[in-house]
């Protein structure tokens, strides 16, 4: 069987993560919400950690959302630095691929 070309690998793709962690920790604090009024009768059948699962569960997003939104503003903070690095280089061109 002949071997297909190999294709560069594509860029990765830029998500909205503080979006989809957001959205995310919403669920999981309306989870928890909706299962609290029903607490006495998930711990009659042994599920009274559910409530208490999403709680945590929300929190948890909490950090994750921190995390996400620091890692948005540091990678604003190195392309900015990138690109006025460029600047100073003169003509703005990669100073890799510059013939002088």
């Not at 998500?15 to 006495?40: H, K, R, S, Y």
């Not at 711990?43 to 620091?70: N, Q």
């Not at 948005?72 to 690095?85: K, M, Q, S, V, Y």
Request: glycine share 12%; charged share 20%; aromatic share 8%.
């Amino acid at each position: 069987m002949p071997k297909t070309p190999l294709h560069p690998s594509p860029p990765p793709l830029e998500a909205n993560d503080v979006a989809i962690v957001g959205g995310g920790t919403v669920v999981w604090f309306v989870a928890f919400l909706a299962l609290l009024p029903f607490q006495g009768t998930l711990s009659d059948h042994g599920h009274g950690t559910w409530p208490w699962i999403c709680l945590s569960g929300g929190l948890l997003g909490l950090i994750g959302l921190w995390y996400c939104r620091a890692r948005r503003d540091a990678i604003a903070r190195g392309r900015a630095a990138e690109a006025a690095e460029r600047v100073t280089d003169g003509d703005g061109q990669d100073p890799a691929t510059r013939s002088d």
